[in-house]
Nanobody, 120 residues
Framework: QVQLAESGGGLVQAGGSLRLSCAASGRIFSNNAMGWYRQAPGKQREMVASVTSGGSTNYADSVKGRFAISRDNAKNTVYLQMNSLKPEDTAVYYC??????????????WGQGTQVTASS
C-alpha cells in the first residue's frame, strides 16, 4: 500500500502564489509518475501536471507558464509551485501517484485533497 500526504493549500489573492507538497510512503516502486489533479465544484477532475521518475513533465494548457512541478526522488515527494494564480484555479487539488507493478499493470493512488482558493 502507498500513502500520499498533501500539504500547502490555502487562500490567496489572485496573482499570488502557493506551493503544494505531496509525500509518498509505503511500498514505492521505482517506475512511477506523480502529479496533481484538480476538481472544481460541478466539474470533472482534470490533470494539472505530472512528472515521471525519469523527470519528464506534462502540464495542462491552462497552467503552462504559471505552474511548475518538481520532485525529490530521495524523499518520494512531489511539489507544485503555483504562480500567478487565477480565480479559475480554485479547486480541490489531489496528489496522484501511478506505479508500474511487476506484472506491468499500472496502479493509481490518491491523496485526500487540499483546497486551493484564489480570490478575485
Amino acid at each position: 500500500q502507498v500513502q500520499l500526504a498533501e500539504s500547502g493549500g490555502g487562500l490567496v489573492q489572485a496573482g499570488g502564489s502557493l506551493r503544494l507538497s505531496c509525500a509518498a510512503s509505503g511500498r514505492i516502486f521505482s517506475n512511477n509518475a506523480m502529479g496533481w489533479y484538480r476538481q472544481a465544484p460541478g466539474k470533472q477532475r482534470e490533470m494539472v501536471a505530472s512528472v515521471t521518475s525519469g523527470g519528464s513533465t506534462n502540464y495542462a494548457d491552462s497552467v503552462k507558464g504559471r505552474f511548475a512541478i518538481s520532485r525529490d526522488n530521495a524523499k518520494n515527494t512531489v511539489y507544485l509551485q503555483m504562480n500567478s494564480l487565477k480565480p479559475e484555479d480554485t479547486a480541490v487539488y489531489y496528489c496522484n501517484a501511478k506505479f508500474l507493478m511487476p506484472d506491468y499493470t499500472w496502479v493509481d493512488y490518491w491523496g485526500q485533497g487540499t483546497q486551493v482558493t484564489a480570490s478575485s
